[in-house]
């Protein structure tokens, strides 16, 4: 029997409160019962009938008893990592990335396919195999997955001519609609989520967002991108594309149509950054690792830097004059040295612009979570859907 998702389609009391328990033990770790009925604002005996029912689904996993203290031993409580499983697909224009993740969020399996940009043809046969590798790889623990987060640009074939690419190659993935695609390789449901938006949720749930209320997100890849967080919830917008940033303006515009403004993405995205390795005859692929910091790539990995910490600067300040956010979370799919450069630089830049009007800068703030951030957010959408206490904090579309 498949595990039960429990309030998936109405959440009673009952079960809301279940889930308010799972969330104390995923923030929190083990814990005895009564520090959860402390936490949670339950009573005692509340505490005692939820956790029975919650070990009776294999959700929950005892400790040694903790002796020593006065009165009887407390026997902590945690969450089975094999209680439940869900898988995280990250489709993006370098690579696609496949992870098991279990309850408790921690990694168990990962497949990577690289490629200089997707072909249809070829990357969705191989989603289907990967995934059903991972599956049949978690044997009698298959019943306990919940379900697969896919993680991908809302326009993978966008931006084709700075790309290199063909109108053909570019219609071709506009004619995909690549979440009804994964659904039909699996009777799991699947959740789709913007690439940058699954990456936020990764650091709102299991990284700076445990501290955080409201931030903006960015994370640096092939192109730049975001999401939002305000009051602790992931926010989508209309259309699920809030925290758009690749197309930002980075000047006025003019009358002249044919001299329209750059985007963001064309000075703050790794793309640049392979263009000017690309043109000193280096390996591109430098920019996503050590290398971008070593001799011969150095030299021109900081002028990148230079240039792109001003577009970056530029970007949170005028976020912050529309979102008033107390900070600014910045990740990417680059090696950490490189992501501390570029946070050094931009908070230096920050300090060149006029504050006035704006009460409070927020604090500028490093990601940690890295380039796992898009496959592990897509991976905890079902898993949240499924346990967590508020199901608004994700996106499902």
């Known amino acids: 029997m498949r595990l039960r998702p429990r309030g998936s389609n109405q959440i009673g009391v009952r079960q809301f409160n279940e889930r308010v328990v799972l969330q104390s033990l995923r923030t929190h770790g083990s814990l005895p019962k009564a520090e ?46 094999d209680g439940a499983f869900a898988i995280g697909i990250k489709v993006g224009r370098r690579s696609t990335d496949w992870l098991l993740v279990d309850f408790t969020g921690h990694v168990r399996q990962r497949r990577v396919l690289d490629y200089a940009f997707p072909d249809s043809q070829v990357l969705l046969p191989a989603i289907r195999s990967h995934l059903d590798d991972l599956l049949d790889g978690l044997g009698p623990l298959r019943g306990r997955v919940v379900g697969v987060g896919l993680a991908a640009p809302f326009q993978l074939g966008g931006w084709h001519r700075l ?125 996503y690792d050590e290398r971008a910091l070593q001799s011969p790539w150095q030299p021109h990995t900081q002028a990148w830097v230079s240039q792109a910490a001003l577009a970056l600067a530029q970007c949170i300040v005028s976020g912050t004059a529309f979102l008033d956010v107390e900070a600014v979370v910045m990740d990417g799919a680059v090696a950490p040295t490189l992501l501390q450069a570029l946070h050094t630089q931009t908070a230096q830049a920050l300090r060149s612009y006029n504050w006035e009007g704006l009460l409070h800068p927020p604090r ?34």
């Open 36 to 81: 959860l009925a402390r936490l949670t604002g339950l009573t005692a005996q509340a505490i005692g009938l939820i956790t029975a029912r919650l070990d009776e689904d294999g959700l929950l996993v005892r400790s040694a008893p903790v002796r020593g203290k006065v009165g009887q031993p407390s026997v902590p409580i945690g969450l089975n990592p």
């Open 163 to 287: 790309l290199g690419l063909t109108d053909t190659q570019s219609e071709a993935w506009n004619q995909v609609d690549l979440a009804s695609e994964v659904q039909g390789m699996t009777d799991l449901p699947v959740s789709y989520a913007k690439d940058t938006t699954a990456a936020c949720v990764a650091e709102l749930l299991q990284g700076r967002g445990r501290d955080l209320r409201s931030f903006l997100y960015l994370f640096l890849d092939t192109f730049v991108g975001g999401g939002l967080v305000l009051n602790s919830h992931l926010h989508r917008g209309l259309h699920g594309n809030a925290g758009a940033v690749a197309s930002l303006p980075l000047r006025t515009a003019g009358h002249d149509d044919a001299d329209k403004p750059p985007q963001l993405l064309s000075l703050a995205s790794l793309w640049d950054l392979e263009q000017r390795f690309r043109e000193h005859g280096l390996e591109p692929m430098a920019a």
């Open 364 to 397: 500028l703030e490093l990601g940690s979570i890295g380039s796992d951030a898009r496959a592990l957010g897509g991976a905890l959408l079902p898993l949240h859907a499924c346990f967590a206490p508020d199901q608004d904090l994700f996106l499902k579309v």
